[in-house]
């Protein structure tokens, strides 16, 4: 059997990382056949268009895709792709892992391992914006929350710690203040979580939050928030553990998902053999678990991690005087891998 999945190389360093990650699946002992269709800068070029109809329709059709990052040029009117994308498949779901790796420098000692589940598409990102007056002194953004888009937020994250065994979810809000919005999302939360007995759940405000996951982070398992709080906490969450360099994620919607890393496509390494593919590996590593291919998954997890430790066979942003190539840290999670299997 084999699964038909989309591929986007994207832009800049795009290509590399996904070309890596694709041989590097070729070892995993899951057979997937490829569909490449291009968007962004590289679409633009080609097309004159940054999101193809033809990249809508893979997607549409394989219900699965592995993003390169892409390029949003600034000040080009030229929409994000990626939010375009999120809500043309309606990806609610944005999971970001945050997990200590051996041989990444980071602030803590012992081993972190979170998940931030951020709702993806409601509130202030939803683009109601204006200005109130034509001289522009003041602005309003309105940010709609509503019971179905926190309930289907909420209870992806309930499902998800209860199939992966994970203890705990904590919902973060800022419901003292906003009273109806934040108290909407924690009336939901509250309600769901009765229905998951086996997973404990708690709640914090969003300020205490941010300080409680610096000073002991060991604290949480499962964090489940509205857009702009997990955006901001997803983000922290990778700075607890070195940072954007080994951060997965994944836009999900029901029976759509999309996997990328968190960086961009990084033009000034570009076309060099110098990124760090290992992001977008742990994005593939997500996306095996997602199809059902556990035990792929974690053995790709294990080798990426291996190598890593190692230190032997990394790329420059983790060891600047010692470096390899992305094709050679490639080849050195491949090793690991036939071993494993
Ligand atoms: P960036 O993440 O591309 O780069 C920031 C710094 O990190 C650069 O010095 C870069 O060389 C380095 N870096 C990033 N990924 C790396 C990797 N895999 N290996 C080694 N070094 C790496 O962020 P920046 O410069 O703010 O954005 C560049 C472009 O990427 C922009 O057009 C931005 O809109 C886009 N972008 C796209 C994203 C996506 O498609 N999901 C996410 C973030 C930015
Ligand atoms: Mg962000």
Not at 129 to 146: K, L, W
Request: hydrophobic share 40%; glycine share 8%; aromatic share 8%.
């Amino acid at each position: 059997m084999s699964y038909r999945i989309t591929l986007i190389p994207g832009d800049g360093i795009g290509p590399e990382i996904t070309k890596a990650t694709a041989k590097v699946l070729e070892h995993s002992g899951v057979k997937i056949d490829w569909e490449v269709v291009e968007a962004g800068v590289a679409a633009l070029e080609k097309y004159h268009d940054p999101l193809p109809q033809e990249v809508i329709d893979s997607i549409d059709k394989n219900r699965i895709a592995l993003k390169g990052p892409l390029t949003t040029p600034v000040g080009k009117g030229f929409r994000s792709i990626n939010v375009a994308l999120r809500k043309e498949f309606e990806l609610y779901v944005n999971q970001r892992p945050a997990k200590t790796y051996k041989g990444i420098k980071s602030l803590y000692f012992d081993n972190i391992d979170l998940i931030i589940f951020r709702e993806n598409l409601e509130e202030f990102y939803s683009g109601i914006e204006h200005y109130i007056d034509s001289s522009r002194s003041a602005a309003e953004t309105i940010g709609i929350i509503t019971k179905r888009g926190s309930e289907r937020i909420i209870r992806y994250a309930f499902n998800y710690a209860k199939k992966h065994g994970r203890k705990k979810i904590t919902l973060v809000h800022k419901a003292n203040i906003l009273k109806f919005t934040g108290g909407l999302f924690l009336d939901v939360g509250e309600e769901v979580a009765k229905e998951f007995p086996e997973v404990q759940f708690d709640h914090k405000i969003v300020d205490n939050m941010a300080m409680q996951m610096v000073m002991n982070p060991y604290q949480f398992d499962c964090i489940v928030t509205t857009n702009l709080f997990g955006d901001i906490l997803s983000d922290l969450a990778s700075g607890l553990v070195g940072g954007l360099g080994m951060a997965p994620g994944a836009n999900i919607g029901d029976g759509v998902a999309m996997f990328e890393a968190v960086h961009g496509s990084a033009p000034d390494i570009a076309g060099q053999n110098l990124a760090n593919p290992a992001a977008i590996m742990l994005a593939s590593v997500m996306m095996l678990e997602y199809i059902g291919e556990v035990k792929a998954a974690m053995n790709l997890e294990k080798a990426i991690a291996k190598v890593i430790a190692e230190g032997k066979n990394v790329t420059k942003d983790i060891n600047q005087q010692n470096y390899v190539s992305t094709d050679q840290f490639a080849d050195a999670v491949i090793n690991e891998l036939d071993n494993l299997n």
